[in-house]
């Protein structure tokens, strides 16, 4: 943490009901923060003072007034650069959205605004949110703020790096295969990514439909689990968010761990796990143990499929979403002879080389002839994977693993060898296939100072049970493991 | 090897992506490599599995949950209300090349 009193949402509260500091001053001093520190992270992409100077007045005219306050009065949040902002520029770190301003909010967006949240700007994310690293932005890396010559993860590295490196007090990013998780691991912070359905996907630039989800990135899990309490929801524009009931967070957190169940799944301990990050996980879950949970083994026999399936579904789902830059109704056009012509220049200056070998790749496992070996099949496995959840559901009440299996790697080490990249979401594609929820928490650093991560995952709509666990893991010391 | 240079080009063309010379090979080895892993699933035995394509959590359990029954037991249909939608220009405004009310793009109909 840079700052010297790392804000959260209740301290930002205290601080404007107490008159101590007003919300416009408080985001002054973010944005002043913030030109001091980003262009060695490049983790904010645009700014929007305008904006958030003129939520904050309202905020501070609340304040004077003495009305009532919403949950997020006056926090400053950062947004992914895949979530549409009106009037700010969204470019999904792409340069085919270069110049692309989205002519409406998404429901995060709004729901945030209308509980109070101030929004600086939108963070660097790879491009299409495709990437672990963030090395695929076409506006270049971010720097992890622990170590500098270090990934933040991806693809909302940007969100965790701001949030990590105290320029924003809460952010929100998407996650389609760990894209939340696993930089919330990288950069020490807790990342949690909702059940499928739970948030609105209305206004998030799509990259997979059935795999993308919104959630928050914040330094503690009250702070996460608020965020959540305000974005969750049924909203009629995303015909895929589910209309259930939202859980009180805050008060379902706040109970007992004792005799709660959880599992470890030993396929998450094999090869390729870092030493350092098993013991320190291993040590997370005796620490819970110690807490009153049972821990009990499991086997999940999919799970060494996941990344396969993914990366056949994700792909193919992105080749489809994607079809719609062409250069007709927005973003970057390159004149050409023929329509044809022009659509295939648009896409050959405006996509970087991971989105077109995505879009090839899914473009390639829908094609005639392929489509049974490839797409038909990684479904099916999709269901033995997202079976292998249930019936383990049946036994227990969360699952425990690390969230990487390796700390935060150097810039440019694996940006040679797609597929190696690739199997930096080991652990977390799985939850992103099953539709379950997950969240990332800090669990003790290496011996070199990196940031570890522990991952919880929860049956759906099981955020609730997932924040009673971190909680109380973060409570017990369990964060500096 | 999985994938060849003819379809490399092939399904560039199929994603309308124009491809540099050099391109060709770069992504060839890339998905011939990725293509390899991907083959892992050929290794499991499918019969009687049923595709996912709901991840409603009643039917996360694999087999069943594709059945069209459950999809249409709760198809979650909103009523179909006419909401006003006037966004017209505003949508226009991002377009590279707008001649309102439409879209301008270069000839698609030949004579």
């Known amino acids: 943490m840079s700052a010297a009193t790392p804000w959260t949402i209740a301290t930002v509260r205290d601080a404007l009901l107490a008159k101590k500091i007003s919300a416009r001053e408080l985001a002054k001093d973010f944005f002043a923060h913030i030109e001091r520190r980003n262009p060695e992270l490049n983790a904010f992409l645009a700014l929007c003072p305008q904006r958030a100077f003129a939520q904050a007045d309202s905020v501070d005219a609340a304040v004077a007034k003495g009305q009532p306050l919403p949950p997020l009065a006056g926090v400053p949040v950062a947004v992914k650069d895949v979530i549409s902002t009106q009037g700010v520029r969204t470019t999904c770190g792409s340069k085919i959205l270069e110049t692309y301003t989205p002519p409406y909010d998404a429901t995060a967006i709004e729901r945030l605004e209308k509980a109070g949240a101030v929004i600086l700007g939108k963070t660097n994310c790879d491009e299409f949110a495709m990437g672990s690293s963030n090395e695929n932005s076409a506006y270049g890396p971010v720097r992890n703020p622990v170590a500098l010559d270090r990934v933040p993860g991806g693809s909302s590295g940007g969100s965790a790096a701001v949030v990590a490196a105290g320029l924003s007090v809460i952010s929100l990013g998407t996650d389609t295969g760990g894209s939340i998780r696993q930089p919330g691991a990288y950069c020490g912070i807790p990342a949690m990514m909702p059940t499928y359905g739970r948030v609105s996907r209305y206004g998030l630039i799509a990259f997979a439909s059935s795999l993308d989800r919104i959630g928050p990135f914040a330094t503690t899990i009250t702070d996460a689990a608020t965020v959540m309490s305000v974005i969750a929801g049924h909203d009629s524009n995303d015909s895929t968010s589910a209309d259930e009931a939202v859980p009180d967070y805050l008060a379902q957190m706040a109970k007992t761990i004792a005799g709660l169940r959880i599992g470890v799944p030993e396929d998450y301990f094999g090869k390729g796990l870092d030493f350092e990050v098993k013991a320190k996980v291993e040590a997370g879950i005796a620490l819970l143990e110690k807490l009153g949970c049972t821990r009990v083994p499991l086997k999940m026999p999919h799970t060494d499929y996941a990344i396969a399936t993914y990366y056949v579904v994700a792909t193919a789902e992105a080749s489809s979403n994607l079809a719609r830059y062409d250069g007709v109704r927005f973003g970057l056009r390159v004149q050409g002879n023929t329509l044809m012509d022009m659509y295939r220049k648009t896409r050959e200056r405006g996509f970087g080389p991971e989105v077109k070998r995505r879009i090839m790749l899914g473009t390639y496992a829908l094609s005639s002839g392929y489509y049974d070996a490839y797409y038909l099949r990684a479904q099916k496995v999709r269901s033995l994977i997202a079976r292998d959840f249930s019936d383990a559901f049946e036994k227990v009440d969360a699952i425990l693993t690390p969230t990487a299996p390796t700390p935060a790697f150097k810039l440019g080490e694996k940006t040679a060898d797609p597929l190696e990249m690739y199997l930096a979401d080991i652990y977390t594609v799985t939850g992103s296939l099953a539709g379950i929820p997950g969240i990332s928490v800090p669990c003790g650093k290496t011996s070199a100072g990196l940031p570890i991560g522990m991952q919880i995952f929860a049956s759906h709509f099981g955020e609730a049970r997932i924040l009673q666990l971190a909680r109380a893991f973060e409570k017990a010391g369990g964060f500096a493991i | ?111």
């Open chain 2, 1 to 111: 090897m999985k994938i060849s240079r003819e379809e490399v080009l092939r399904v560039a063309q199929l994603a309308h992506l124009d491809l540099a010379p050099e391109e060709v090979e770069t992504y060839r080895g890339q998905l011939d490599e990725i293509l390899s892993y991907v083959g892992k699933l050929q290794e499991l035995d499918v019969s009687g599995v049923e595709p996912m394509t709901q991840l409603r959590p009643r039917n996360a359990g694999g087999e069943s949950s594709t059945s069209g029954a459950a999809a249409d037991a709760d198809p979650e249909l909103r009523d179909d209300v006419v909401v006003p939608c006037d966004v017209a220009n505003t949508v226009l405004a991002e377009a590279p090349d707008a001649a309102k009310p439409f879209f301008r793009v270069p000839k698609v109909i030949e004579r």
